[in-house]
């Protein structure tokens, strides 16, 4: 099993965006959150990557988000921390069999991810 505490506010994935041109591109912040994730999480993998069938943990804890929209949904949560994993703990988040996803509140922001070989 591997579990690992990063301390981040969790931010829901955005919405591609279009360029005038054509391509596809997600803002710059939402980057810069997904490289503070896999660089906390190369810290203990040291580039050995899964490449069995996993189980994905992730609790979220954020403190006292205004309303439900502040915090975002679950699925747009577990998004961005799938994607910034790729390449960081597993191959390709289809690897991902099983996923358990909470959010919660509490004095201090951070993302607790726990992964296991099913």
């Given at each position: 099993?591997?579990s ?12 591609i ?27 203990y ?23 439900a ?29 099983e ?13 607790v ?5 099913i």
């Amino acid at each position: 099993m591997f579990s690992v505490v990063i301390y981040i506010t969790p931010k829901p994935a955005p919405r591609i965006r279009l360029s005038r041109k054509g391509g596809k591109y997600y803002e710059s912040w939402y980057n810069d959150y997904k490289n503070q994730i896999a660089a906390e999480v190369d810290k203990y993998v040291l580039g050995n990557l899964f490449t069995q069938n996993l189980k994905l943990n992730l609790h979220f804890y954020k403190n006292r988000p205004a309303t439900a929209h502040d915090y975002g949904d679950v699925d747009n949560l577990a998004k961005g921390i799938m994607d910034a994993l790729i390449g960081h703990l597993y191959k390709d988040d289809s690897q991902v069999k099983e996923l358990y996803v909470d959010k919660n509140t509490d004095d201090v922001d951070r993302v607790v991810i726990e992964c296991t070989i099913i």
